[in-house]
């Protein structure tokens, strides 16, 4: 287990490849705004994604969904868990939306179920 990637580590190369997909420049300039503006470093979000989220929702309001929905793809990979349509973020369950710090928190919680059983 030794090689094994952590929580953490997964979470932060996931929001780091994540915000890349408004490309070069734009993820620069958020990720700098972001850092400047709310005093949080995008990828040390792992332990409080609802900042993220808030942060990027301020900065780039409609396009944080792409980067939310990327994040939560990436970080399944890296974690080496299934993603399934209850996975995805802003997905309707009743009368709540699955919010993006929902399913981060889910995905920890998968991993280390997963974890504990082996």
């Given at each position: 287990?030794?090689?094994e990637i952590s929580f953490e ?15 070069n420049i734009v993820s620069k ?7 400047h503006k709310y005093s949080i ?78």
């Amino acid at each position: 287990m030794s090689n094994e990637i952590s929580f953490e580590e997964a979470y932060e190369q996931a929001t780091n490849e994540a915000i890349h997909i408004l490309g070069n420049i734009v993820s620069k300039i958020v990720t700098d705004y972001v850092e400047h503006k709310y005093s949080i470093h995008l990828t040390k979000t792992a332990s409080n994604p609802a900042a993220l989220d808030e942060a990027l929702e301020h900065a780039i309001d409609g396009g944080r969904i792409i980067v939310e929905r990327r994040l939560i793809n990436l970080l399944y990979e890296k974690l080496g868990l299934q993603l399934n349509s209850q996975n995805i973020v802003g997905i309707e369950k009743g009368t709540k939306i699955v919010t993006f710090d929902r399913r981060v928190d889910a995905a920890r919680q998968e991993y280390l179920n997963k974890k504990s059983k082996q």
